[in-house]
């Protein structure tokens, strides 16, 4: 039988969100619906600013003491800052946990346990099962836990490679904070963003596209038959079209605009990054483009 991937996310931080307060906070500003928690170890949610687009994408998993919010380690600082200034006179402690805790991912096949472990956390990544899950683990025990699903080592490099063959956008890697709003970053798709549950910040703009089916960017997977470079710039004709994000060989992320990809491809127009030629393929997950509008 086939082994399943492990590896160790060594750009991932952990920020711990603590007290009384802790769900409520949260509740009132992250994209997601915190009450699903009661039901499901982890959710996938975003921060927005009040125009809609991304600040901060990340995991919130169920813990004993609180929340442990699964980030990009650069972005800890940024976020415990964030999420102080709307803190206000809450009974909520914000920490920088990175020191305390890895994270590890394990795919291929599913995952052996869920749920609270031996100083650890597991869960089916709320994103995508296909990703396979998630293990926020004691520093101390990481490696006794990477040792205890059987899994063959796998690098960051590797993780990546199948987080883009699945077409899973990351912030940082396939867009930047403040430029891209939640629907370009698939985040409707991945279950990321509740549409239901009331108020959050960007709540406005996020519900309108959804309704109106606005979102013409979206992210995608490409491939090319020469490497690709990350910040390349898509082109159909002379048209911009789009900006590659993370790669893995010759597969890539990318943010396209997928009518001006349509209408390159009805018009007989290569569609290109580098002068190197692209295909372009919809993730199986993503909901179908509703939008007909241009600009």
Known sequence: MTRPNVALLAD???VA???DDAAKLLQGIITNDMDLLATQPAIHAALLMP???????????RASSGYLVDIARSQTGDFIKRLTLYKLRAKVDIRDASADYRVIALWGRPAQSHGEMRGSISFVDPRLPALGSRIIAEAALAEDGMAATSGARASLADYDAHRIALGI???GKDYASATTFAHEANLDSLKSVSFSKGCFIG???????????TARTRTVIVEADGPLASSSVITAGEAQIGTVGSTAGLRALALVRLDRAEEAGQKGQQVTAGGIPL????????????ATATS
């Open 12 to 14: 991932r931080g952990i």
């Open 17 to 19: 969100v603590t007290g």
């Open 51 to 61: 125009q809609g687009k991304i600040l901060f994408e990340f995991i919130v998993a």
């Open 169 to 171: 956008p990351e912030l």
């Open 203 to 213: 709540q406005e703009v996020a519900s309108r596209m959804e309704h109106r089916g």
């Open 279 to 290: 295909d372009i393929h919809r993730p199986g997950y993503l909901k179908p483009v509703t």
